[in-house]
């Protein structure tokens, strides 16, 4: 990578190098469980929050406004991030630990998942949905109205596999059973499926997850006596075929809050639980040997900046297990 008499095709490789790890596929969270939404000003967005839930009604001959009363705006608002890596250039010349471009891929690397790293932060911060409540709360009214309380928790049962499949039932069975202020359904496709639900756990519950979910059946088990007989019939659910009706992600920026808390993501409708929007997508930047700014400051340079928001959103759409 030392082109020193050729600052151009110095920083066309490092380019290259940063555009190779923008590209390499990895899984990302926020694609996963947010709504992609776009906005013609993109300082901020609104998402207006319908105080009816769309649902026909008898026509008697004249039509009746359903589905548009709006009362709630939700409003928000972009920032930039930027990741700057100085190096002395003597340094990086000299070093035969690392090169430049390795640190251009390291440093690209940490500024292509921040947008996991903040919106798993902001999931585990809980703050206030657009209502005033805590987004994983007990009192929510769906945009504000009617006497359905939604309660988007679940108390866990535990962390074995068959407390996680009691629990994911638990949580399933809230999710479906939601209801707007007429008493409708607010999720009324609810169902299992790889495409439709995430489950968001931290690392330490990774295996049990998979175990449940990849797994071809739930194991059961029953205490034995000293002889080696079973001490009472087992008990539990057996030989239920549960492989594919989730998928799972499994982060471990969790583990840092919880290593038991996890949470039940209904992807499936067109509105996600969070949402997600970008101005303009990660950016990158490689000052290398030979540039104006080595020459200034005999130090070499990585700046990536990054412009989006992510915020909560729908709470009838996300539970926490805890």
Not at 54 to 61: Q, Y
Not at 98 to 106: A, D, G, I, P, R
Not at 201 to 222: D, H, W, Y
């Amino acid at each position: 990578m030392q082109i020193l008499g050729d600052s151009n095709a110095t920083l066309k490789d490092l380019t290259r190098v940063v555009e190779a790890e923008i590209m390499e596929p990895s899984q990302m969270l926020w694609p996963l469980i947010c709504s992609d939404i776009q906005s013609a000003d993109e300082a901020y967005i609104k998402i207006p929050v319908q105080t009816k839930v769309a649902f026909p009604t008898v026509f008697d001959g004249e039509r009746e406004d359903t589905s548009t009363d709006v009362n709630i705006v939700q409003t928000y608002n972009k920032a930039t991030y930027a990741l700057t890596l100085d190096f002395g250039s003597d340094l990086m010349r000299e070093s035969k630990a690392y090169t430049f471009s390795e640190k251009t891929q390291e440093g690209t690397i940490s500024a292509k998942i921040f947008p996991n790293y903040n919106l798993t932060k902001m999931i585990t911060a809980n703050g206030n949905a657009y209502d005033g409540v805590a987004f994983y709360g007990t009192t929510h009214k769906w945009a504000k109205s009617g006497s359905n309380t939604i309660n988007n928790t679940v108390s866990a049962t535990g962390v074995t596999v068959s407390a996680l499949y009691t629990d994911l039932q638990s949580a399933m069975t809230k999710m479906g059973t939601f209801l707007d202020d007429k008493g409708r359904l607010l999720n009324p496709q609810l169902a299992y499926g790889a495409n439709k639900i995430v489950i968001h756990c931290p690392k330490a519950l990774e295996i049990n997850f998979r175990q449940l979910i990849f797994g071809s059946m739930i194991p059961v088990s029953a205490p034995v006596t000293t002889s080696g007989t079973a001490a009472v019939g087992a008990t539990g659910p057996s030989g239920i075929g549960l492989d594919g009706i989730a998928s799972i992600y499994a982060d471990g920026y969790l583990d840092a809050t919880s290593a038991t808390a996890w949470y039940v993501h209904y992807v499936g409708a067109p509105q996600r639980p969070f949402v997600y929007s970008e101005s303009y997508p990660l950016e990158a930047k490689a000052l290398g040997f030979g540039s104006e700014f080595e020459t200034n400051t005999n130090k070499v340079r990585i700046a990536l900046k990054h412009r989006f928001v992510e915020g909560l959103y729908r709470f009838d759409r996300s539970i926490r297990v805890a």
